[in-house]
């Protein structure tokens, strides 16, 4: 079955706290993504990375990092210096970098920090 | 230049009817332009797309409309149901791919 994998679904910490979450693919897709999904705010992107070992900011990196270290896997973390964190998380990725075609995404994981 | 701008944000329409749901665009390097379904809870999913070279795709009860030179797209939902209710983006990509902000549609049932 291929596809993209997030996990967990549901995630919950508290303010102040590190978290990452997981992305994983088995497309053989160059390109991932990460988004980040507000109600009312469509998608906004927050990282990037054409091939591993090199990423590129979004339209929201702050208070984010991320890594791909493998072509299969890019791992979000979300850090304390993020203010306002609670969202629901969505990872894509597509065919080539570089040139952005069909664009498949994960089930999503949702955040929230108290 | 890098926006799609989408409207409505959020639509009504009896079980049977057509839904439209427009987007415009400024840039003309855009060379694809795809639609996407989201369901509460889920990722989006490729729902149909389109190339600026034909003026309309259909695949079932949905079909994109294209106008080049007015640098429009629309999606249209014909016979549309209960089950079609979710959030729809339409995005333009060429090196990067730039989504509208969503609409919301309901069907009553």
């Known amino acids: 079955d291929g596809g993209i994998t997030q996990s967990p679904k549901y995630l919950f910490r508290k303010e102040g706290q590190n978290v990452t979450l997981s992305c994983e693919q088995n497309?053989?897709?160059?390109?991932m993504y990460w988004y980040r999904q507000d109600p009312g705010q469509g998608l906004r992107l927050i990282y990037y990375?054409?091939?591993?070992?090199?990423?590129q900011k979004g339209d929201i990196a702050e208070g984010y990092s991320v890594s791909r270290e493998k072509k299969e896997s890019f791992p979000l973390t979300v850090t304390s210096a993020q203010k306002n964190p609670t969202a629901f998380y969505l990872c894509?990725?597509?065919?080539?970098?570089?040139?952005?075609?069909?664009?498949?995404f994960g089930p999503g994981t949702r955040l929230t920090v108290t | 230049q890098q926006q799609v701008k989408q409207s409505p944000q959020s639509l009504i329409v009896q079980k049977g009817g057509i839904s439209i749901i427009n987007c415009a665009y400024e840039?003309?390097?855009?060379?694809?332009f795809p639609w996407y379904q989201q369901f509460p809870g889920k990722g989006p999913a490729l729902l149909i797309a389109?190339?600026?070279?034909?003026s309309e795709k259909k695949e079932g009860r949905f079909t994109i409309s294209f106008n080049k030179s007015a640098k429009q797209f629309s999606l249209h939902i014909m016979d549309s149901q209960p089950g079609d209710s979710a959030t729809y983006f339409c995005?333009?990509?060429?090196?990067?791919?730039?989504f509208g902000k969503g609409t919301r549609l309901h069907i009553l049932p």
């Open positions: 990375s054409q091939i591993v070992n090199d990423f």
């Open positions: 840039n003309t390097a855009f060379d694809y």
């Open positions: 894509a990725s597509s065919i080539m970098a570089g040139r952005i075609y069909e664009q498949y």
């Open positions: 389109i190339r600026p070279d034909v």
């Open positions: 995005a333009a990509s060429f090196d990067k791919i730039i």
């Open positions: 497309l053989n897709h160059d390109a």
